[in-house]
């Protein structure tokens, strides 16, 4: 009878140490403040309480208000149809032709030395040797260059002479027809955007490679020419191949979800040839009209350059031609500007150039230096940061911008 005492005792004091045990151990976890629980949740009085965590205290009375059906999202019923999540508006962009007479103004008033400029000089009753050196520093603090300059200088004084009296209309139509011949109207300037052919025969977007030294405004002329594009009606593929700052294919990214194109990009670091090839690819499963590729210019010397630019063309092309390379350069740099563009065209051959900033710089005969430097026209001009300041360029509008 002892013996079954004692073994009784033995078995409560077991149990209970054991009990004891385990309540210690679920206070050491502390159940999360129940502000933590349920984003949302917070702050309101109606909200429905938070769903129950891994871990929580069965014991912690629930005090919030029960929630009703209503208040709880159910999983759709079968057959049921599900309303789609919003997709972010897809913007229209306005189309390109004629942006640069919309943003004339802002080229007349950040050109205005330039052409006015040079109208007051010619208006002189007696135009001295003083008065043509003036022409002379105004055209070369344009930046147009020491050639051209000359040029210009010789045709102006030349018709000058031979027309005698000048009335302001004729001397307005005397430089416009010499500014315009520095320019040369008879350059092609359309961004190629015809697909081409692979080797195999068959149809393949058309790709254009944005090249040029970070900080000119390279991802944000790639994402403009996009909207640019998808305004005169061609579906576009982005590729993010400057993987150097993650920022920049995130940059990118947005302005393609705002006209609807898709961007490819890799990681931050990755292999930008790779990705120039992802987006090819994929322009060719989307059939796409235009894959156009922002890559890197972060590089400092022209070996790295060169290897880099040369791969990635290389490798696109084993998927179909390049139609377009366009440097972009920024016209606030001067002649830093034709430094670079001297480089890249060594290292690639540039088809192209997309000038920005011209809105802030009144050295606008920069157009004119760069065109005979790389003997490459123009195509585009940056006139602003907003979304629809880029535009295709064309030499008459911007010499009556100038001479306004
Ligand atoms: N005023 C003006 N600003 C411009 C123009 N084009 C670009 N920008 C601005 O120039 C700055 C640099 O542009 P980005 O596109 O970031 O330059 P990036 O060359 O791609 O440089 P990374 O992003 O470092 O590769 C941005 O603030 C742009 O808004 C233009 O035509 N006019």
Not at 176 to 188: F, I, M, N, T, V
Request: no cysteine; proline share 6%.
């Amino acid at each position: 009878m002892d013996i079954i005492l004692l073994v009784v005792i033995i078995a409560v004091v077991a149990v209970l140490a054991v009990a004891g045990l385990l309540v210690g151990r679920r206070r050491r976890q502390a159940p999360p403040p129940p502000a933590d629980r349920g984003a949302g949740a917070t702050g309101t009085t109606t909200a429905p309480p938070a769903e129950p965590q891994v871990g929580d205290d069965a014991a912690t009375p629930v005090t919030e208000e029960r929630r009703t059906v209503e208040d709880v999202t159910l999983p759709p019923a079968p057959g049921e149809t599900v309303e789609a999540p919003e997709a972010p508006e897809i913007e229209v962009p306005e189309p390109s032709a004629g942006r640069l007479v919309r943003l004339r103004a802002r080229l007349a008033r950040s050109q205005s030395s330039l052409g006015k400029g040079l109208l007051t000089l010619l208006s002189r009753e007696r135009l001295d040797e003083e008065t043509w050196e003036e022409v002379e520093d105004t055209l070369l603090t344009a930046d147009i260059g020491v050639g051209p300059t000359q040029e210009l200088v010789e045709r102006l004084r030349e018709r000058v002479r031979v027309l005698g009296t000048r009335t302001p209309e004729e001397l307005r139509t005397l430089l416009r027809e010499e500014l315009l011949a520095q320019l040369d109207p008879s350059l092609d300037r359309t961004v190629r955007t015809e697909g081409g052919v692979s080797v195999e025969g068959e149809e393949r977007p058309a790709v254009i490679l944005v090249v040029g030294v970070n900080g000119t405004g390279k991802t944000t002329t790639t994402g403009k020419l996009a909207r640019v594009l998808v305004a005169d009606g061609r579906s576009v593929v982005l590729g993010a191949a400057d993987t150097f700052r993650a920022a920049a294919a995130d940059q990118l990214q947005t302005w393609g979800q705002r006209v609807g194109a898709r961007t490819v990009r890799g990681p931050e670091g990755g292999d930008p040839a790779s990705v120039a090839y992802d987006a090819v690819r994929e322009g060719i499963e989307a059939t796409a009209d235009v894959v156009l590729i922002d890559t890197a210019g972060r590089l400092h010397t022209k070996t790295g350059l060169m290897d880099e630019l040369g791969k990635v063309k290389r490798v696109v092309e084993k998927l179909g031609p390049v139609g377009e390379v366009l440097l972009v350069l920024d016209a606030t740099t001067g002649q830093n500007g034709l430094v670079q563009a001297r480089v890249f065209a060594e290292v690639v051959d540039i088809t192209g150039i997309a000038l920005t900033k011209l809105d802030g710089t009144a050295k606008g005969g920069i157009v004119v230096a760069v065109q005979r430097e790389l003997g490459v026209p123009v195509k585009l001009v940056g006139l602003g940061e907003g979304p629809d300041d880029l535009a295709p360029f064309e030499p008459e509008a911007f010499v009556d911008a100038l001479l306004d």
